[in-house]
């Protein structure tokens, strides 16, 4: 009798503790466009932008869970519209923000990118720029990371108790953009109407997972979206926006209030595109008749799902949903480059030596001997790359630096305890890409070393890490 008293009244205490606990919630937007002309990141030649078409923007989520006076754990996430987080911006962002914020640990605060290739390069040295005329990359990112700091701390004092939901729907966005051929190889858009294609390379995962955030009084504050694909289908020209994300966020605060705060979080989709790889004469045909672009398509497609996910979410929400957030450096092997490879690497990079308008293609390929001797030297160590995993109520959230080839995230997925599993890619640092093993043997661009620094080794330690850290937040005690 009295074991079972002490055993009911352990059970009421822990029923007490979880329900003391309560989520909040703070969410802001700011605009990170330049208000000169700057070089686009995202492709070998220089661009420098002559039009803003969108704005690009920075949206921040904070989240904080409290058991009464006492702080438990807290995120704070912020969606870019960048190409990457190169190295340095993440930083920056801390450094400006800690001292705002000093009750808050910055290592828990992490930035990442929707990889619209019409946004402004952030590194130094990447292309020969004009002397005058052009905002300068090291001035951009000052500009740029003074405003995201800005919109953390924004974000997190406005923070405020309020409700989460979750669902998952589906939206056909993500095409893998590898084609393959009847000699084995593989090619990044590649074509497709010619008698040697034999098909796409790989899965495409067109689950829409979608957070949703509300105040007490039910009003919508913020939401993510989960979209295993980059925000590419307008990449090239000279015109700065945010690609898809733009109309996006347009449908949604249209429908739902406009000062909704909208994350665009760019899933494992490091193989993967918008842009249609065949049928494509049917769909502009279907856009004609709808009085689409190819933009508004796109985001009409997530914005249904969208709505679709809400319906259900809304039905189950939740204000004390278990928030803990765990943030780990781990080391991942380096993709090694062989004698073939390094040999083809220098004579390239002989080739742009001397030309300053092809700075990206000599550092691209001379990227590859600095690798090799460092390699060679025994210098070389490992790749250290900072990973969070949080779980908020039944959902998983992870994150990794690489344009991650889809079927990594969809293990993940499929290994992980939780109801949803939200993977992020490009957030914290620039990792390149990270290709599967059937991708190496194709070749081609983001399969090939240059394009790799981490390869299918590491990708698989990258699994089995993200996943033993997601096991370990539904295994620890409440």
């Not at 590194?123 to 000052?142: I, N």
């Amino acid at each position: 009798m009295k074991t079972n008293i002490a055993f009911l009244l352990a059970i009421a205490l822990a029923t007490a503790s979880a329900s003391a606990s309560e989520l909040r919630i703070g969410a802001a937007t700011t605009s990170i466009t330049p208000d000169k002309p700057v070089a686009l990141d995202g492709h070998r030649a220089m661009r420098i932008s002559n039009k803003i078409e969108s704005p690009v923007t920075a949206t921040a989520l904070a989240l904080e869970s409290r058991d009464g006076d006492k702080a438990l754990d807290a995120a704070i996430i912020v969606s870019c519209d960048i190409v990457a987080i190169r190295q340095g911006i993440m930083e920056k962002v801390r450094e400006k923000v800690k001292p705002r914020l000093p009750g808050f640990d910055v290592n828990k605060l992490f930035l990442c990118a929707t990889h619209t290739h019409n946004a402004p390069v952030t590194l130094e040295g990447r292309y020969t720029l004009p002397a005058s005329g052009v905002m300068k990359p090291a001035e951009y990112t000052e500009f740029m990371t003074t405003r995201v700091a800005e919109a953390v701390v924004e974000s997190w004092q406005k923070r405020k108790i309020g409700k989460v939901g979750w669902a998952q729907s589906q939206a056909v966005v993500a095409q893998n953009r590898r084609a393959t051929y009847a000699d084995g190889t593989a090619k990044m858009y590649g074509a497709t109407n010619t008698a040697n294609f034999r098909g796409i390379e790989g899965y495409e995962d067109h689950n829409l997972d979608v957070l949703f955030f509300w105040d007490q009084q039910d009003h919508l504050v913020a939401t993510a979206i989960n979209v295993p694909c980059p925000s590419q289908e307008a990449e090239g020209g000279l015109l700065l926006h945010a690609d898809f994300w733009h109309p996006v966020r347009q449908m949604l605060r249209e429908r739902h209030g406009k000062n909704l705060c909208v994350l665009g979080w760019a899933g494992a989709g490091g193989d993967q595109t918008s842009r249609l790889m065949y049928g494509k004469a049917a769909d502009e045909r279907m856009r004609k008749l709808r009085g689409l672009t190819r933009l508004e398509e796109v985001a009409r497609r997530i914005a249904n799902g969208w709505e679709d996910a809400y319906e259900c979410a809304h039905k189950d929400t939740c204000s004390n949903a278990v928030l803990r957030h765990c943030v780990k450096e781990i080391e991942l092997p380096h993709r090694k480059v062989t004698e073939a490879e390094v040999a083809e690497a220098r004579k390239e990079a002989a080739k742009f030596a001397k030309d300053p308008a092809q700075r990206w293609n000599y550092r691209w390929h001379q990227g590859v001997v600095e690798r090799y001797e460092s390699q060679h030297a025994s210098t070389e160590g490992t790749y250290k790359m900072e990973l969070h995993v949080l779980r908020l109520g039944d959902v998983a959230i992870a994150t990794n630096e690489f344009e991650l080839f889809t079927d990594y995230g969809v293990q993940m997925k499929a290994r992980s305890p939780a109801v949803q599993t939200f993977v992020i890619q490009l957030a914290t640092n620039s990792g390149g890409y990270l290709p599967t093993e059937r991708a190496v043997r194709g070749g081609g661009y983001s399969a090939v070393i240059q394009s790799s620094r981490v390869g299918p080794e590491g990708g698989q330690v990258l699994v089995d890490r993200t996943v033993k850290m997601i096991n370990e937040l539904w295994t620890a005690p409440r």
